[in-house]
């Protein structure tokens, strides 16, 4: 079984219930998950089941046990029970209430008890216990989470609570000692922390199931329960009305009159502050109350923390008790008239204690446990409460003061202490986060100015860098000019030395053609040298072929003009040579050979240097076409590196 109070799934982790709670430690905030929620867990050790968070909760994010469940399962297993009922019931279901006993005992319900009855003892109890002790500035106890935060936190008051059981508690004891009932006993109850009455080992098991009106109406409602009308089998007095604020008090102004004080003081967050700044007073018997009638509901019982939200919400329950209480005053004329009008406090007092003379005021005391040990808040020291601070980012003493709690605490020194136990973390600090965002924040700014900055540096860079490449293509560009009109001049030039070379080629040919014909020549003159005398007379004829040919061969024909010299100067002196003609026939033969050799090889020279140049003539204009296509290149990409260096200005 789950802690009596429980969070399920529907908290948010807003600290509102921490703020509500008046025990440190009760609520508990757990460390973020995934997702960075945190949510508020509930100590049962430590929890008193006030119900203040239930009220603070807007999330519907608390919930509790009782024993409705079991009550039924019970009861349909055939198990003998009897109910006891809270004076409230009535009044918070006044037309339900006979049909709903009366469903319970068509479910097996045996007996029906008014715990009104029970609080009469309880009344009775007091002013008896007050007279004989001289108990005086002690504090009730009929309210289980007022006796819950007694126990576990203000421990050394726990001698100043009333040992006089409860209203539920005197009925139940009632009903087994002087009715002799063997049944297990069900409580239908206003109350949550009437579960931590009712396990309470010192109250032994006298009640075994707390069956909180909320829980038990919708249960009926959901299973139809119903049946003839039942009511309560005791009559009873104004103990119908403790479920009100101050009903105790009432009670015994009634019975001893008001000359007597009585500190009324109720409220889940009031009730425990005045507990706490009034412990020293209380515990040493230094307040002037006959005793303080104690209540940890600010509106009583009847609007109790197991109460229906929904019927709590008017005064018509209200109404129904007074109306209740005007009813019981009416009967002072029967001879139990302990509570009629008519009669003055002693008379009713007398009264009261015939009624419940045979009773013996020890079986209605009780004893308390001090469960402070699992309660027990922790004091860092200043230097433990430094560290904490430190920690939170908190360095200032104003930064330690702004106690604004949205962590659920009055103070940031509260938040400190709760931290220091283990209660609640950092991370619930909405100014320790507010200082994380803040430190974030300017981490991302100057992140944001170094990136802007580097990117400045970067732009500029860059845009040197593209400023450099532009110079360097406009000296490219320069280059590749100078190339494309160096290799249209080449070309132009190759195409002229081409066509002189096609007209040395020429030449040589006409040259080879020549020395042939020499060649022939000179074998005809050798043939003919005898014949040279008879011929004379033509020599002069062929010594103007010869300057012909040789102004025809130009340099290269220099050594034939020599030739005709020498055939003219042959023909002056044919007569007298004629014997020499042969020995220079072979001379003129000779050379003629060197000259036809030199002349092939010329004409193979001029033959690849013809080819050679014509290809360099293509090779040209190949050039000439790639540096027109590489100069749009170069252009292209100053276009680009130019609209890049623009996008880069307009970058952040």
């Known amino acids: 079984m789950e802690a009596l109070v429980f969070t399920n799934d529907k908290c948010v982790g807003c600290n509102k219930c921490i703020k509500s709670c008046s025990a440190m430690g009760a609520c508990i905030s757990s460390a973020p998950n995934e997702n960075g929620q945190s949510r508020i867990e509930v100590d049962p050790d430590k929890c008193i089941a006030c119900g203040a968070c239930f009220d603070a909760c807007e999330h519907g994010a608390r919930e509790y046990n009782d024993d409705t469940e079991r009550f039924f399962e019970d009861l349909s297993k055939g198990v003998k029970i009897s109910i006891l009922i809270a004076p409230a019931f009535l009044a918070n279901y006044p037309r339900e209430y006979e049909s709903v006993l009366g469903g319970l005992r068509k479910c097996g ?21 007050i007279q004989e002790r001289n108990y005086l500035g002690g504090i009730s106890q009929p309210c289980p989470a007022v006796v819950g935060y007694i126990e576990r936190y203000t421990p050394e008051l726990i001698p100043m609570l009333f040992p006089v059981q409860s209203p539920m508690m005197c009925a139940a004891i009632y009903a087994k000692k002087e009715m002799g009932i063997t049944d297990r ?23 075994s199931y707390n069956v909180t009106f909320e829980h038990l109406m ?12 039942v009511s309560d089998e005791i009559e009873y007095g104004l103990g119908s009305i403790y479920p009100t604020p101050g009903g105790l008090k009432e009670n015994v102004y009634w019975l001893l009159g008001e000359s007597v004080f009585i500190r009324q003081m109720e409220g889940e967050k009031r009730m425990y502050h005045f507990l706490e700044t009034n412990k020293e007073r209380i515990k040493n018997k230094k307040t002037p109350y006959l005793f303080i009638d104690a209540l940890n509901c600010e509106n009583g019982c009847i609007y109790g923390t197991g109460t229906d939200p929904e019927v709590a919400s008017t005064d018509d329950n209200l109404y129904h008790l007074l109306e209740i209480r005007e009813k019981v005053k009416k009967t002072g004329k029967r001879e139990k008239g302990a509570w009629a009008k008519d009669r003055t406090p002693e008379q009713r007092l007398a009264a009261l204690n015939r009624q419940f003379s045979k009773l013996n ?37 104003e930064s330690r003061k702004i106690d604004c709690s949205c962590c659920g605490y009055d103070s940031c020194r509260d938040m400190a202490r709760a931290i220091y136990n283990g209660f609640n973390h950092k991370d619930n600090c909405v100014h320790y986060l507010k200082d994380l965002v803040a430190i974030e924040k300017a981490a991302a700014d100057d992140l944001v100015a170094r990136e802007k900055a580097a990117l400045d540096s970067q732009r500029e860079g860059l845009s040197k860098t593209i400023e450099r490449v532009n110079e360097h293509f406009d000296v490219l560009t320069e280059a590749i000019q100078n190339m494309s009109d160096g ?5 132009e030039e190759s195409t002229g030395i081409s066509a002189d070379v096609s007209n040395v080629s020429d030449f040589c040919e006409s040259l080879e053609n020549s020395m042939q014909e020499i060649t022939s020549s000179l074998e005809a003159l050798e043939e003919n040298n005898d014949k040279v005398v008879q011929i004379a007379s033509q020599t002069n004829l062929l010594a103007l072929n010869a300057s012909i040919e040789a102004a025809r061969a130009g340099e290269a024909g220099k050594g034939f003009a020599v030739v005709a ?4 100067i042959l023909a002056s002196e044919s007569k007298d ?27 193979r020279i001029v033959s690849e240097v013809n080819m050679r140049t014509q290809n360099l003539a293509a090779s040209t204009e190949e050039i000439s076409a790639s540096t027109v296509e590489l100069t749009n290149n170069v252009e292209m990409v100053k276009d680009e590196l130019h609209a890049l260096e623009e996008a880069s200005k307009e970058e952040v």
Not at 487 to 491: E, S, T
Request: glycine share 4%; net charge neutral; with cysteine.
């Open 565 to 568: 010299d020498q055939i003219n």
């Open 185 to 207: 006993l069900a409580f239908i109850s206003p109350c949550i922390a009437k579960k931590n009455e009712i396990d309470d080992p010192n109250n032994h098991g006298y009640v």
């Open 577 to 603: 040579t004629a014997t020499d003609s042969s020995n220079n026939n072979s001379h003129v033969r000779g050379l003629v050979e060197k000259i036809n050799s030199a002349t092939e090889n010329l004409l």
């Open 218 to 229: 919708k249960y009926v409602k959901e299973h139809n329960i119903s049946g003839p009308s």
């Open 361 to 397: 005021l020890e079986d209605y005391l009780r004893k308390y446990t001090d469960r402070s040990a699992k309660c027990k808040v922790k004091e860092p020291t200043d230097s433990e409460y430094n560290s904490i601070f430190n920690d939170m980012n908190k360095t200032t003493a």
């Open 487 to 491: 290799n249209n001049a080449n070309a």
């Open 109 to 129: 319900a045996n007996r029906f008890i008014s715990v009104s009855f029970g609080a009469d003892i309880t009344t009775w109890a007091y002013i008896k216990y």
